[in-house]
């Protein structure tokens, strides 16, 4: 298998990322790339849909769930039950990898593990809730049954550069 660029996608999270700015949410964006194809996009909706769950990752987790488990390609690649020999889906990203804008948080951080995703590229570290490097280590927790393989740093300064413009504009109109 070829190896992903992991510019090209990160740049694709980016475009989500300047959705979300533009829709006055915080500017964070996410894909999910299965076999070096993207399976999902989105960006944080915690305004819009008035739900603080609503963070890229978690959209873009669910949306990848749900796309993996129509694809025949993965299908084949899922185990089968034994009575009746059907793939057994349940939401496993195994094979696939997260880019996001930012560092994840704790919940984003615990749903990667529990969905089983193979690896986190991230741009800007979050030093007030980033579960990954910043403040905890969720993704290798060698406690859980899971480890995430992560990457940070990816194009950060254009992730840092949003998330700048985002909180600047904020403390304008607070004025």
Same mark, same amino acid.
Do not use: W
């Given at each position: 298998m070829? %190896?992903?660029d992991h510019q090209h996608f990160m740049k694709e999270a980016i475009k989500q990322a300047v959705t979300a700015l533009e829709k006055g949410e915080v500017p964070v964006g996410a894909v999910v790339v299965w076999?070096?194809?993207?399976v999902a996009r989105a960006y944080n909706q915690m305004e819009m849909l008035r739900d603080p769950? +609503?963070?890229?990752? $978690?959209? +873009?987790? =669910?949306? +990848?769930? *749900? =796309?993996?488990?129509? $694809? *025949?390609? /993965?299908? /084949? *690649?899922?185990?089968?039950? !034994?009575?009746?020999? &059907?793939?057994?889906h349940r939401?496993?990203?195994e094979g696939a990898t997260l880019y996001v804008t930012l560092e994840p948080c704790p919940m984003c951080a615990g749903a990667?593990? $529990? &969905?089983?995703? @193979?690896?986190?590229?991230?741009?800007?570290r979050d030093p007030k809730a980033g579960a990954c490097h910043s403040l905890?280590?969720?993704t290798d927790d060698e406690r859980?049954?899971?480890?995430? %393989?992560?990457?940070?740093g990816v194009m950060a @300064?254009?992730?840092?550069?949003?998330?700048?413009?985002?909180?600047?504009?904020? !403390?304008?109109?607070?004025?």
């Open positions: 070829e %190896k992903p076999k070096n194809k993207i769950t +609503a963070h890229a990752e $978690m959209i +873009a987790l =669910t949306q +990848a769930s *749900e =796309t993996l488990a129509g $694809m *025949e390609e /993965a299908k /084949a *690649e899922i185990p089968v039950k !034994r009575n009746n020999q &059907t793939p057994d939401g496993s990203l990667l593990v $529990m &969905t089983k995703c @193979e690896n986190l590229v991230y741009g800007a905890y280590h969720i859980l049954n899971h480890r995430v %393989k992560v990457t940070g @300064e254009d992730a840092k550069f949003l998330l700048g413009e985002f909180f600047k504009s904020l !403390r304008k109109d607070r004025r």
